[in-house]
Nanobody
């Protein structure tokens, strides 16, 4: 059974940074492309970053390009999302998963951007 456990969220001021982590168990991370998603209250969920199974290519939502960086550590079966210059409207619960929500969703990690 695949388990996804996100962590690293918290309260940060506008312009601040956070690094999110996702521990993946039950599947070999290097075999799958993976994404970070976010769900804000009253808004549709969106994919913000994607990394290929090889880790060689990444893609980002236009709104986060240049500020967010997705990476993976296949040896530890973990992936990360470095988020810089955070904005208040990026307050959301952040999740990791394969595209399309292939695996059961984890609990996510709350990111709150506020002064």
């Amino acid at each position: 059974q695949v388990q996804l456990v996100e962590s690293g969220g918290g309260l940060v001021q506008p312009g601040g940074s956070l690094r999110l982590s996702c521990v993946v168990s039950g599947v070999t991370l290097s075999l799958y492309g993976m994404s970070w998603f976010r769900q804000a209250p009253g808004k549709e969920g969106e994919s913000v970053a994607f990394i290929t199974d090889s880790g060689g290519n990444t893609d980002y939502a236009d709104s986060v390009k240049g500020r967010f960086t997705i990476s993976g550590d296949d040896a530890r079966n973990r992936m990360y999302l470095q988020m810089n210059s955070l904005k208040p409207d990026e307050t959301a619960v952040y999740f990791c998963n394969a595209p399309g929500g292939l695996f059961s969703w984890g609990q996510g990690t709350q990111v709150t951007v506020s002064s």
